[in-house]
């Protein structure tokens, strides 16, 4: 993979892609150029509404307005007009689910955010005497409140005369990406009702081998079929934005935000990775025309489909405590001011000092799936420093991603070739070349960080024929930094054992009255 040359282009001359970002925290809109370079941005965050403990929701009328702002002020930061821009992109926090009256176009509740765990009890409901595994060979998903399904089911039990409106077909069930295609194409005035297969697979609705609705897993979860949006590919054209400032031009791609930053990363290829790094992460392997079922504690997920090719599928791994670890750091512990600060303490000491720590905060995510764990620092003695403590913290973002990629391997058979990474974290040097030791594979950070953005933007282009296939995206993808092992496989191996010795210490903390 070499470098492509950074020609420069005025990007006066265009023509342009937009990307819209619906974000958990805010949304957002940015203009690529052919160079799949950065025109303009413009971003605007929306409230977090927080009714009960656990319940988390947005209010979707917000978020539309929000969305046609960010549009016509980067459109106007980047000095264009509506006839620069070939086509329109969509990305979205996955799973934020919402019900809407056709007829009106009025939210019926705020949208359920993919955080809400409001449908615990229904979901344990929904195991019967299965358990979380009851749906997961046809979708390839645990049963848990993170997914959109059991959110609309809720929604249908919870507000008065939903079902009825919903079985009259008056109502429509979406997830962010088809409520922003439906508003941005007419809306009540003939809005186009869509989602793609990558939102689609995180509904528990869809059964991964046909890529439609399952009759059966509808009913199963209680929600009418009727009111589900076409599933189509990420990549074609879904209608024309009517009004506005990008008044009729196509829409044409739509990808959950983690597809959408494999994608970006240009991961087309079979055993291929990206890795996001913020609060927490998501890693996912690209594995090619096959979905893989996990029996290593991974969700197995539709990665992309462009127009009418197959789909590509992936194995997705969620670490909860990564970069919110170092704000722990910094804000309960004080041992650092600032999170930049975290590295030059850890690299004051060659080594961790014989210290593991795991931060089990609200028990462990993938591979485990562990909700009795709780945190742990363990193999401390009196020669730790707290120089020692922040680099076992470093290496906890590490040895939490080499469980992932061994949990893909074992799953896929597929070795990992290169992990591409984005997000906040990447910036830490130190810790780019401990995963590179630990996961024994090159580590590759790009020139374009917005990622997720930039996958919505390839897609759209695709689909358009803006960018001619995917070797021209790949031709694009331009590498920042490369970091390679340089740790010997004995000391890798001996860290590692240490790592998980650590890792069964967090365990059963919790009994089971407690939790």
């Not at 319940?55 to 549009?71: P, R, S």
């Not at 704000?327 to 000491?349: F, H, N, Y």
């Amino acid at each position: 993979m070499s470098d492509a040359t950074t020609g420069t282009s005025s990007h006066g001359t265009g023509p342009f892609i937009a990307a819209i970002d619906q974000g958990t925290t805010s949304s957002r809109c940015i203009v690529f150029d052919v160079d799949g370079r950065i025109v303009a941005v413009d971003q605007k965050e929306h409230e977090q509404i927080f009714p009960k403990p656990g319940w988390v929701e947005h209010n979707a009328t917000e978020i539309w307005t929000n969305v046609q702002e960010v549009v016509a002020n980067a459109i106007q930061k980047a000095g264009i007009t509506k006839k620069d821009v070939l086509a329109i992109g969509i990305t979205n926090q996955r799973e934020t689910t919402m019900l809407w009256d056709k007829n009106t176009g009025e939210p019926v509740h705020n949208a359920i955010v993919w955080q809400d765990t409001r449908t615990g009890a229904l979901v344990r409901e929904l195991g019967r005497n299965v358990g979380q595994d009851r749906f997961r060979r046809e979708t390839g998903l645990p049963l848990a409140t993170y997914f959109a399904g059991p959110k609309a089911r809720w929604l249908l039990d919870n507000v008065e005369g939903l079902r009825e409106r919903a079985e009259r077909g008056d109502i429509l069930f979406g997830t962010m990406d088809s409520w922003v295609i439906w508003n941005l194409t007419g809306g009540v005035n003939g809005g186009v009702h869509v989602t793609d297969v990558t939102n689609a697979s995180r509904t528990m609705l869809m059964s991964l081998t046909t890529l439609q609705w399952d009759p059966k897993l509808c009913s199963s979860i209680g929600v009418p079929i009727g009111m589900l949006p076409e599933i189509r590919s990420s990549a074609e054209v879904y209608g024309k934005a009517k009004g506005g400032a990008l008044d009729g031009i196509p829409v044409a791609s739509a990808l959950g935000d983690q597809q959408a930053a494999l994608f970006g990363q240009t991961c087309f290829e079979e055993g291929e990775a990206k890795s996001t790094y913020g609060t927490g992460t998501f890693m996912l392997m690209n594995t090619a025309h096959k979905p893989i079922n996990s029996y290593s504690g991974l969700l197995t997920t539709v990665g992309y489909r462009i127009g009418d090719q197959p789909a590509v599928y992936a194995l997705e791994g969620a670490i909860a405590v990564t970069g919110s670890l170092v704000q722990w750091m910094r804000d309960q512990m004080g041992l650092i001011k600032s999170a930049p600060e975290i590295e030059t303490l850890a690299s004051s000491v060659d080594d961790n000092g014989g210290v593991y720590f795991v931060p089990a905060f609200s028990g462990l995510f993938a591979p485990h799936w562990r909700s009795d764990a709780r945190g742990v620092i363990a193999g401390l003695t009196g020669y730790v420093t707290k120089a020692h403590i922040a680099r076992a913290v470093l290496e906890a973002t590490a040895w939490q991603t080499r469980e992932i990629s061994d949990a893909m391997t074992k799953d896929s058979g597929v070795e990992l070739t290169t992990l591409k990474v984005d997000g906040g974290m990447t910036a830490n040097n130190l810790l780019m070349q401990t995963l590179s030791d630990v996961l024994d594979a090159p580590v590759v950070r790009p020139m374009v960080a917005e990622t997720t953005a930039l996958g919505a933007a390839y897609a759209a282009g695709l689909a358009v024929g803006f960018w001619p296939d995917t070797d021209a995206l790949k031709a694009n993808w331009r590498r920042a930094a490369e970091w390679t092992p340089q740790m010997d496989a004995d000391t890798r191996e001996r860290e590692y054992k240490s790592w998980l010795k650590a890792v069964d210490r967090t365990m059963g903390w919790l009994d089971e009255e407690d939790s």
